[in-house]
Nanobody, 117 residues
Framework: QVQLVESGGGLVQAGGSLRLSCAAS????????MGWYRQAPGKQREVVAD???????KNSDSVKGRITISRNNAMNTVSLQMNSLKPEDTDVYYC???????????WGQGAQVAVTS
């Protein structure tokens, strides 16, 4: 069982920045992919970005050029730096982790991001 604990998020004006962080506990070596997705009530889930242990990243087109995902493999932490935020970025952001061999996925409790115009 992997627990993911998120931190960061909050309220920011359009054009501002926020940083989300997530730590996996226990810190196990079989986590392959870590990333973030967002989902507002009634909306479809969107994978914002993810990163593998080798550093390969994928970003959603909606945030491309405005976000940077980074990871510390030794600590099993992942961070999402979000810049030039827009009101449409308002959402609950969930950290997730996928195990290498079993492909089991785990999710955090969610971090609220609210962007005002």
């Amino acid at each position: 069982q992997v627990q993911l604990v998120e931190s960061g998020g909050g309220l920011v004006q359009a054009g501002g920045s926020l940083r989300l962080s997530c730590a996996a506990s226990p810190s196990i070596s079989t986590i392959n992919v870590m990333g973030w997705y967002r989902q507002a009530p009634g909306k479809q889930r969107e994978v914002v970005a993810d990163i593998t242990t080798s550093g390969a990243t994928k970003n959603s087109d909606s945030v491309k050029g405005r976000i940077t995902i980074s990871r510390n493999n030794a600590m099993n932490t992942v961070s999402l730096q979000m810049n030039s935020l827009k009101p449409e970025d308002t959402d609950v952001y969930y950290c997730y982790a996928e195990l290498r061999y079993t492909l089991e996925q785990y999710w955090g409790q969610g971090a609220q991001v609210a962007v005002t115009s």
